[in-house]
């Protein structure tokens, strides 16, 4: 078996060099993964495919990207990726192919171009790279000279049983070939800037900044991260006006930077800002020193590596689009077993009362063999048409996207769910804006105990067309839907923020139908909040935090948690019985109630202690704007939008 696999490898590597020299089309794979490494945590790994026309013409072609399972007759081992271009006489050009890569012992990634006509006009391929194992530490130097030196000044701190640990544990990578894309940094834990922010891109900048957004810890040598202009800026919280987008003479990250203390975690969304004077700083090697713990390591360091490291890993967020789904999604409706009972009880009923009575009285016993399979087809038909009368007729599209920000910056990350609903049997295309990074199927079916057909998300999609737009096609049963899931970033006009005196802005450039303000002891009501409004907190109606919490079934499925980290306890819950009670109340009465944004935090403890500890307030914002701009090809289907926005506040001035 070795053999063969050896051997076919041996033919794939023969084939594609052969290949090359006579293609009209050279396709190169110009990066894989992190400096070669990927982490099967992340959602995708980053494919980077160059692609060169040598003819004297323009060539329309398709690049057809997939991780091939030479285990499994070299089938995909995910979806593969095609992407249509035309590339100009001569012209090179480059994609940044998102791609669910799994660690395959004998594992390839492929790309191959191909004309309409299906004939091969180039291809490549390359082992899948190292899966990261322990830490992984990415290094943008403005030398290698520097990249040396942070990792000599990381790996040889502490004792020598901490410089042993480290150095089987820690694992760099210096990135000379800055990704754009934020998701090209997810699998690593932590990224240090030692070069002039003058030299990244805007798009590579703003890749950073998402990257700290969405979870990962950004560090900043500040000797060496000369100031450069940056993207997307706002000013700190404390000075009381209005965020903006700023010139290019603004420091990168400076809202944080401002509040940022020398070898202290600043924490930033889901993720951490760290900032060193320079590389030879005592504060640096202290830092790093306890990475991995020795029984010599020092109980100072250890206790705040471990407080920054495990703070806010208490409790894990909640996802509040099932809930929202739930609420304000398509559903089918099918007979309960209660409904089914009874119409064979009325039909057990109905044909004893014709045939042992009706017909008996008239001397017919024998049209039994009659009336018996009539009134059987007859209840059939019937049952249909009443479980079918509140079945939509129309194709359905429904877009739940929640949006993540922070109070000093108008990046939002998105995290989107879209289904699609079929009233027949049929084949659909989605098509979604180009840009978004589509979760393989990984998540379990979404029981709601409604009735649902509900399939993993992303259950069957095998090939995706990225461009200017995110396409695929699946089939769907009758009466059934689709979700799928996506994550991506958005940019918003500006920021939604409290100012010093209290007073709570909304710049985001977004209508909210909706909107509220949690802290640990109130609920704000907002009401209606639209673009550019000023709410005075101390003017508007507010509700006992306590008295709007804390129902929630003791399996912790009854309403979505906080949607940060907070601490796990039971302590201030009710008893389960009560619980129980409660709950089903409101199920039952949920059904004809209209959605309201109080529903998102029924289910969280009622001490605010447990709930805010480094997060001091959180904005929760309900619009029907914001959305993907989701279609289905060749239908007109009946469409739901509605966006969820989330600020959470470190600070509360």
């Not at 099967?40 to 692609?51: G, H, I, M, P, Y």
Request: net charge neutral.
């Amino acid at each position: 078996m070795l053999r063969r696999i050896a051997l076919c490898l041996c033919l794939l590597a023969a084939l594609s060099s052969a290949c090359r020299a006579g293609d009209p089309v050279v396709v190169k794979i110009k990066e894989f993964g992190l400096g070669g490494l990927f982490s099967t945590n992340t959602l995708s790994t980053l494919v980077e495919v160059e692609a060169h026309n040598l003819t004297d013409g323009a060539l329309s072609l398709n690049l057809s990207v997939a991780e091939l399972n030479l285990d499994a007759e070299a089938l995909p081992a995910s979806e593969t990726m095609d992407i249509p271009v035309t590339l100009a006489s001569g012209e090179v050009r480059t994609f940044d192919v998102p791609l669910h890569v799994f660690p395959l012992e004998h594992g390839v990634v492929w790309v191959e171009a191909s004309d309409a006509a299906g004939r091969i006009l180039g291809r490549t391929g390359c082992r899948v790279g190292l899966n990261t194992q322990g830490r992984l530490i990415a290094l943008l130097c403005a030398s290698p000279e520097i990249c040396r030196s942070l990792e000599q000044s990381i790996l040889l701190s502490g004792t020598a049983e901490e410089q042993t640990r480290k150095s089987q544990s820690v694992r760099f990578v210096q990135l000379l070939d800055r990704p754009s894309v934020d998701w090209a940094y997810w699998p690593a834990s932590t990224v240090i800037v030692a070069l002039p922010v003058s030299k990244l891109s805007a798009a590579q900048r703003q890749a950073l900044e998402i990257y700290m957004h969405a979870g990962g810890t950004l560090v900043l040598i500040e000797d060496q991260a000369a100031d450069g202009p940056s993207l997307l800026s706002a000013s700190p919280l404390a000075s009381g006006r209005a965020p903006a987008r700023v010139s290019g003479s603004a420091r990168f990250l400076e809202p944080y930077r401002a509040r940022a203390k020398e070898g202290q975690y600043l924490f930033v969304g889901d993720g951490k800002l760290l900032s060193f004077r320079s590389i030879s700083s005592q504060s640096f090697a202290d830092f790093f020193r306890p990475m991995d713990f020795s029984g010599g390591s020092p109980l100072a360091l250890l206790d705040r590596w471990k407080n920054g490291q495990d703070a806010q890993a208490v409790g894990q967020p909640a996802d509040e689009r099932q809930w929202l789904m739930r609420r304000l999604g398509t559903s089918f409706r099918f007979p309960t077993f209660l409904e089914l009972l009874l119409w064979i009880v009325g039909y057990l009923i109905l044909v004893g009362i014709v045939n042992f009575v009706v017909l008996r009285r008239m001397g017919r016993p024998e049209l039994g063999w009659i009336s018996i399979p009539a009134l059987a087809v007859l209840f059939s038909l019937l049952l249909y048409m009443v479980s079918a009368r509140n079945h939509p007729h129309n194709f359905g599209l429904d877009e739940i996207v929640e949006y993540r920000m922070d109070p000093s910056s108008p990046i939002a990350l998105l995290q989107a769910r879209v289904r699609v609903s079929a009233p027949v049997r049929s084949s659909v295309a989605p098509v979604l804006p180009g840009g978004l990074n589509y979760e393989y199927a990984q998540r379990q079916p979404d029981l709601t105990g409604e009735g649902l057909i509900a399939q993993a998300a992303g259950q069957g999609i095998r090939k995706i067309t990225l461009g200017d737009t995110w396409e695929t096609q699946f089939t769907l049963r009758r009466w059934s839907f689709r979700d799928i899931d996506f994550h991506g970033h958005r940019v918003f006009a500006g920021n939604i923020y409290r100012d010093a005196s209290g007073r709570f802005h909304n710049d985001s450039g977004i209508h909210y139908r909706q909107a509220i303000v949690v802290d640990r002891d109130d609920v704000f009501l907002l009401g209606n909040f639209p673009s550019g409004a000023v709410v005075d907190l101390g003017h508007v109606q507010r509700l006992p935090y306590a008295q709007e919490t804390g129902r929630q079934l003791p399996n912790n499925q009854a309403y979505p948690g906080p949607p940060f980290a907070f601490r796990l306890t039971q302590v201030g819950r009710r008893t389960s019985e009560e619980q129980f009670r409660l709950y089903m109340k409101e199920q039952r009465s949920l059904l004809d109630q209209p959605f309201s944004l109080l529903e998102l935090i029924r289910g969280w403890s009622p001490v605010g202690e447990d709930v805010f500890i480094e997060t001091k307030a959180v904005f929760f914002g309900l619009s029907t704007d914001a959305a993907l701009g989701v279609s289905l090809r060749d239908h007109s289907p009946d469409h739901k939008t509605f966006s969820l926005t989330i600020v959470t506040f470190k600070e509360w001035p």
